[in-house]
DNA sequence: CTGAAAGCGCTAACAG
DNA sequence: CTGTTAGCGCTTTCAG
C-alpha cells in the first residue's frame, strides 16, 4: 500500500496524491478530496521513513531527561506530549542517566531523526550546547543558556516566598540543602536562597552538596541537624523526603523540632509523612511552553534562534512539614 | 557525510562500505577495518531513515504504556529500555491515555516505523490484538493473549500471601477493593482472591469497581469502612495510597481499625503515611523480559510466533499498614 | 570479495 | 493545476 498504489487507483500521478495528503491549500479541492477519499478507503499510511528522507522532516521532536522514573519530569512530559501530538509531532522520550556524554551522543546520533530536542535539566557544559544547537534545533528547559530558547519555573521567586514563610513562622535559623553543584537548578536557588537571607538580616548556611536521590536524605538530615538549623530548605522533593524518613528514623518531630521544605511539588510530596510543603510550579505549562518554541524553530530553520525566554511563575504550596520554630 | 563519501575517501563503492558497518562476519576483515576507521575518522552517522527505507528494519521498537507518569510503570520502563539499548535498538515511549482506540490508532500508524511493539497493560481486546499481531511483532505485559508471547507479574501468587498474611494476624473478614473491570491484572487479583479466601474458608467479599487512579480511593475508604470488614486488600497502590489518604481524613487507625494491603510496590508505597504493605514485583525484569521475547520474534519474523509466555513471581512486602485484627 | 545497478516510498523542482 | 523526472541515503541482488 504505497502512494503510487493511490495514484493508480485515482488514475493521477503519484506527486499529485502527495500534495493532496500533505498540502493543504493547493490543488484543486474536488481532486484533493477524491484522493483522500480513496486513500481511507485503502486505509493507506505514508511511510513516515521515507517522507524523511525525501523531504528532510521528520515529523519527530525528543524529549531528553536526565531520568525518565524521577517524578519531577511528570508534568513537563505530560505538556510536552500534548502539545507535540496537537501539533502532529511524534515523540520520543530518551532517558540520558544524568550523564552528559551519554547525553551529547544521543543528539547526535539522532540528529538526522529529529526535527528538534527538548532538554530537560540538561547536563551538557554552555559550550557543548551552543555548538549542538547549530546542528538541531533545541529548546532547553530550567536552563539558560545564551542564544537558547528556553523556558525556566522562577525557583528562585517561590525560594523568596518560602524564606518569608519561615521567618513569619520566627525561625532565624535557616539552611539551605544543596543539590548537585553541576545542577543548574541548586545554583539558581541557592543563589535565590542567599538573597533572600539578605533581604531578612539573616545568616545564609548550607548544607551539601548531596546527590539528587531520595537515598541522600539520610546524610543530609544528619547534616542539617548537626547545623543546629530550625528550618531547612532543600533543593528538591525527592531529596526531602528522603530526609523525613530519616527524620522520622531518628525520631527528630517535623515540624516540631526542624521545618522542611521542598522544591517542585512531585508526585508524593503530598502524602509523604508529614505532607510536604514545598515550591509548586507550572510543569505542565513548562512542557508546552518548550514545544510552542520548538515549533516556531522549525517553521523557519534558519530563523535567528528567537532567544526567547520563557520564565513561568511558582508558588509556595503550604502543608504540614512547616511550622513555628 | 553520506556513505558516498567514506567510500569516495576509502576508494571503494558504496556497497561495500555498507557491508563493512553492519555486516559484521562478511567482507576482508582488513578492508572492513580501514573503511570503518575511516568512518570514524569522518564522523560518519548512518542516517537511519534511509537505512529503514531500504532494509525495513528500523532498529526502533515501541512500549505503548497507559499513563507515562503512573509510577507502575516505573521499573517496565527503566527494563525495557535497559535491555532494548543493548541490543542496539532505539525505543519510544507511547502513552495511550487508556484509551483503546488511541492505542490501536497508534499502532497501526506507526506500523511501518517500528520493528515491533511492547504493550503494558493493553486495553485493547483479544481480538484486536491478534489482528495487530499480524501485521507487528507484539509482546504483552500484564496480559495473556492466545498466541502471543507475554510476560506476566504473577500477582495472583502473591495475592495468596497477602490473604495468608492477614489470616495469621487474626482477620476473618477481608474484602477486596477492585480496580476496573476492564482491567485484566484486576480479574487476575480478583479471582486469586476468592480462591484465597475460599481456601481459609472466608466469605468472599468485594467493593468496588473503583477507577484507578489516587482520587478514586476517597469512594473507596468509604465503602470498605461501610463494609465493616477489618483488613483489605486493593486492586493497586495509587488507590491504596488514596484511600489511606481517606482513611487518615477521616480519623480511621490503620492497622489499627483497619489493615491494608495494596499493589505493586509502586514508588511512594515505602513512604507514604503508614507505609504500605503491598506485593513488589520485578517489573524491571518484566521489562527486560519482554524486550528479549520481541528481540526473538524479530530475528525471525515469520516464526510462529513462539508462543512463549514469562510468567514472574511476587512476593509480600509487609510494610506499616497491616496489623492485628 | 567487491563493484555496478536497481530500487525502498516519497517529495520537490520543473515543465506543460 | 497536474504530470514527469530526479533524487534523498542506504541496502541488496547480481555479476564479475
Redesign the interface.
Known amino acids: 500500500m504505497t502512494i503510487n498504489d493511490v495514484a493508480a487507483r485515482a488514475g493521477v500521478a503519484p506527486s499529485t496524491v502527495s500534495r493532496a495528503l500533505s498540502e493543504p491549500g493547493r490543488g484543486n479541492p474536488a481532486t484533493r478530496e477524491r484522493i483522500r477519499a480513496i486513500a481511507r478507503e485503502l486505509n493507506y499510511?505514508p511511510?513516515?521513513?521515507?517522507q524523511?528522507?525525501s523531504s528532510g522532516r521528520?515529523g519527530t521532536i525528543a524529549l531528553l531527561v536526565s531520568d525518565?522514573?524521577n517524578?519531577f519530569y511528570?508534568g513537563i512530559?505530560?505538556g510536552t506530549?500534548q502539545m507535540s501530538k496537537a501539533a502532529g509531532l511524534?515523540e520520543?522520550?530518551i532517558?540520558t542517566e544524568d550523564s552528559p556524554d551519554l547525553e551529547g551522543d544521543m543528539l547526535?546520533?539522532?540528529?538526522?531523526?529529529l526535527d528538534g530536542a527538548i532538554l530537560a535539566s540538561s547536563r551538557l557544559s554552555e559550550r557543548a550546547l551552543i555548538r549542538l544547537a547549530g546542528e538541531i534545533p533545541l529548546v532547553t528547559i530550567n536552563r539558560n543558556v545564551r542564544g537558547l530558547p528556553s523556558v525556566v519555573i522562577d525557583s528562585p521567586d517561590g525560594i523568596a516566598q518560602a524564606v518569608e514563610h519561615l521567618v513569619s513562622l520566627g525561625h532565624r535559623d535557616i539552611v539551605y540543602v544543596s543539590g548537585p553543584e553541576t545542577s543548574w537548578s541548586n545554583q539558581a536557588r541557592w543563589h535565590a536562597m542567599r538573597k533572600a537571607a539578605a533581604k531578612h538580616g539573616l545568616e545564609f548556611r548550607r548544607v551539601g552538596p548531596f546527590a539528587r536521590g531520595r537515598s541522600s536524605g539520610t546524610a543530609a538530615a544528619d547534616a542539617v541537624l548537626n547545623s543546629g538549623a530550625t528550618a531547612c530548605v532543600v533543593f528538591n522533593d525527592l531529596l526531602a523526603?528522603g530526609l523525613?524518613?530519616r527524620l522520622a528514623e531518628r525520631g527528630v518531630a517535623v515540624p516540631g523540632r526542624l521545618s522542611v521544605v521542598g522544591c517542585d511539588d512531585i508526585?508524593?510530596a503530598d502524602?509523604?509523612?508529614p505532607p510536604l510543603t514545598t515550591l509548586s510550579g507550572p510543569a505542565e505549562q513548562a512542557g508546552r511552553a518548550a514545544v510552542s518554541l520548538l515549533l516556531g524553530r522549525l517553521g523557519d530553520p534558519r530563523a535567528p534562534a528567537a532567544r526567547r525566554a520563557v520564565l513561568l511563575p511558582t508558588h509556595l504550596t503550604v502543608r504540614e512539614s512547616t511550622g513555628p520554630a
Chains 1, 2 share one sequence.
Not at 547526535?108 to 531523526?113: A, D, I, N, P
Open positions: 499510511v511511510n513516515s521513513q521515507a524523511a528522507l521528520t525518565v522514573t517524578p511528570f512530559i505530560r506530549q511524534a520520543v522520550l532517558d547526535r546520533k539522532m540528529r538526522r531523526s523526603i523525613l524518613t508526585f508524593g502524602f509523604c509523612h
